[in-house]
């Protein structure tokens, strides 16, 4: 009895770490890797991202030489209008959850960064859409729109995770069951 559930709880670490799990909450990281800075090349990180309900966006940023804000309308965002914001972002790591379906639009709080293009706007899809062949994510560079391609995956990281909670939750059943 003991090595059967040695064995189920194997197979199932196994099969789980190489599926690919729709639907899953994606973490975005704006930038990627240099975050959100004026050297960034947003449009290229944005292209083929699809954002969704229940996804989370990643501003990583320097706090002491940049904010973000959160405006309400295309309008704003087009003339980097920053003084009427829906909300400021400031600690320097911010998430901001993606909880309704429409158009989020993100820019950098300094008019000048915001005009060379450190601005971000997203359509939230709903979760488990299947409009995901036409996403509309575009970012503005220098007042210009780059419309998104197809779908990407979660980030390595985020699947590196997920495969250590379940391999440590498989050795916790493997441990049980002796």
């Given amino acids: ?30 930038g990627g890797d240099r975050g959100w800075d004026p050297s960034s090349d947003l449009a290229s990180w944005s292209s083929g991202r699809i954002f969704r309900v229940g996804d989370k966006i990643w501003f990583a ?25 829906i909300r400021m972002y400031t600690d320097g790591l911010d998430t901001i959850p993606l909880d309704g379906e429409g158009i989020r639009y993100f820019v950098s709080s300094k008019t000048e960064s915001c005009k060379n293009g450190l601005k971000l706007h997203v359509e939230v899809m709903p979760f488990g859409s299947a409009e995901a062949e036409n996403p509309k994510v575009a970012v503005s560079e220098n007042s210009a729109k780059t419309m998104a391609a197809a779908p990407t995956t979660p980030s390595g990281s985020v699947q590196l995770c997920r495969s250590f909670l379940l391999v440590l939750v498989g050795l916790w059943l493997c441990f049980m069951a002796m």
């Fill in 61 to 85: 940023y320097s706090a002491a030489q940049e904010s973000i804000v959160e405006l309400k309308g295309k309008d704003e965002y087009e003339s980097c209008d920053v003084s009427n914001p």
């Fill in 1 to 30: 009895m003991v090595t059967v559930k040695m064995v189920m709880a194997l197979v199932v670490m196994a099969a789980s770490l190489g599926v690919k799990r729709a639907g899953a909450q994606v973490h975005h990281v704006v």
